[in-house]
């Protein structure tokens, strides 16, 4: 964690991802819902003054005709007996010719300037519009009426204004209204998700509960029944690296016990060669070549063990880059020249281009250890025989041959064991494990068989190794 950052949590991000959108919608559905009363209110305001402005114009009498007609006008109790129980806002009219004679009303209410829509909402010649009069904003109905009778015609302008008073209250009320009811609305949906939240990440708290309560050499695998299937990848990836970690720690106790072990012993006599020349037991010539042989052997079964461990280890590391085997195994052939001419070995090697996916020093010490061990059985002037190619089922197949002694069923089982050797011959017994362990980390297949006589070659026994082509 950088920078003293909190780190994000599952829950927090489930509920912010909700809720947040979910509260941009209710703020939106609000301010939606409140626009629409109160356009609902405004109208029902409008056809109030409306109708007051209709009875207004029922008693309208006319003399003269056009521009000469005169008007008069007497304005009924019922003209304004829609606003009579409203003490908040109040109520202006004036009547007018279409010129702007006063006829009737508050002289000083201002004259219509507007145009009557070309398709009014209502049966009428009628223009809403909002104004100022004596420093409130007022809302104003403009009836534009033909009137007629038989001493006259023309055509009157009606205009009845009303404070805003009344209709702000409403709009108050509506908004605090839906305000209230969208706020319910927010906090049960708010419970819901909280809850959902809750329910739905409560897996994912049992499941790290148990890891947390699991004792440290525990690696059984999770279980999975009962979970969501989000969850089964995660177990699943789960159970596979405690899979590995616990091959390893097991690996890395079995290294030390048998290093322990086997080590235990070449050092003893050691200690004991060294304490029989100090005495002047032997020769010291004699001596001092025992324990060169002691430690050579100490040295050879160290080095093999810590290449046993390596193989382990890079077992565990990233995909190898492509290697060509047939140039590991020349090379490796060409560094163990001089064992094969100790012994005068007829040694050939055949090899075509393969290329495998593998790290360059698991495949030289896969062949480095098949070889060494076919030198060190084939007997004086025997022949050893290598070929590198591709078997039938297309994959990387690498042969060693020697002349010797036949293997029995037992003994071939056995040799591939960590610290088993064949009777009568020196070392630590680990060369076939190591082969064995880096074939299985190449995903291949490694077997030792007895081949019988053939031409002018003796039996012996043969290690044959299939490795995936790349």
């Not at 909190?6 to 819902?33: D, K, Y």
């Not at 009498?61 to 003490?87: H, I, Q």
């Not at 009219?93 to 004259?111: A, Q, R, T, W």
Request: proline share 5%; aromatic share 6%.
């Amino acid at each position: 964690m950088k920078g003293g950052a909190r780190p994000a949590s599952l829950r927090r991000t489930l509920l912010l991802g909700i809720l947040l959108p979910v509260l941009g919608l209710v703020a939106l559905n609000t301010f939606s819902l409140y626009r629409e009363a109160l356009d609902t209110a405004t109208t029902a305001y409008d056809r109030t003054l409306l109708a007051s402005a209709k009875t207004i114009s029922e008693q309208i009498d006319v003399n003269g005709f056009d521009d000469e007609a005169v008007f008069t006008a007497r304005v009924p109790y019922a003209a304004l007996e829609a606003f009579e129980a409203d003490n908040q806002s109040r109520l202006f009219y004036k009547v007018s010719s279409l010129k702007g004679s006063l006829v009737s009303g508050y002289e000083d209410l201002p004259m219509w300037v507007g145009e009557v829509p070309l398709r009014p909402a209502y049966a009428a010649l009628v223009d809403f519009y909002d104004d100022q009069y004596r420093g409130s904003p007022v809302r104003v109905a403009a009836l534009v009426q033909p009137v007629a009778s038989t001493r006259g015609r023309g055509i009157a302008v009606i205009q009845v204004a009303e404070t805003l008073e009344l209709r702000e209250t409403l709009a108050r009320d509506m908004l605090i209204g839906t305000l209230w009811r969208q706020g319910l609305l927010l906090l049960v949906i708010a419970l819901v998700v909280v809850w959902v939240v809750q329910r739905a990440t409560r897996p994912v708290r049992t499941l790290s509960a148990q890891l947390q309560l699991r004792p440290e050499n525990d690696f059984t695998p999770l279980p999975s029944e009962g979970l969501p299937r989000e969850l089964w990848p995660l177990v699943k990836a789960t159970n596979q690296l405690m899979g590995r970690l616990n091959q390893l720690l097991d690996h890395q106790r079995r290294f030390v016990r048998d290093t322990s072990h086997q080590l235990r012993t070449p050092l003893a006599v050691l200690k004991a060669q060294v304490q029989s020349a100090k005495r002047g037991d032997q020769p010291p010539d004699d001596a001092y070549r025992e324990i060169e042989q002691t430690v050579d052997r100490a040295t050879r079964m160290a080095n093999q063990m810590l290449a046993l461990a390596k193989v382990e280890q890079l077992r565990e590391q990233a995909q190898a880059l492509p290697s060509r085997l047939d140039e590991c195994v020349r090379q490796v052939a060409l560094d163990l020249a001089p064992l094969v001419a100790d012994k005068d070995i007829d040694f050939d090697i055949q090899t075509e281009p393969v290329t495998v996916q593998a790290h360059d020093w698991m495949l030289n010490e896969l062949f480095r250890n098949l070889l060494h061990n076919a030198v060190k059985h084939t007997p004086d002037n025997g022949r050893l025989r290598v070929e590198v190619g591709r078997s039938l089922g297309e994959q990387a197949m690498l042969r060693v041959r020697n002349e010797g002694t036949s293997l029995s069923p037992g003994q071939i089982e056995r040799l591939f064991q960590p610290f088993a050797a064949t009777g009568g011959q020196q070392g630590a017994g680990l060369g076939l494990a190591i082969c064995q362990s880096i074939v299985e980390a190449l995903d291949g297949r490694i077997e030792l068989v007895n081949v019988a006589a053939r031409g002018d070659e003796a039996a012996g026994v043969e290690a044959r190794v299939w490795l995936p082509l790349l």
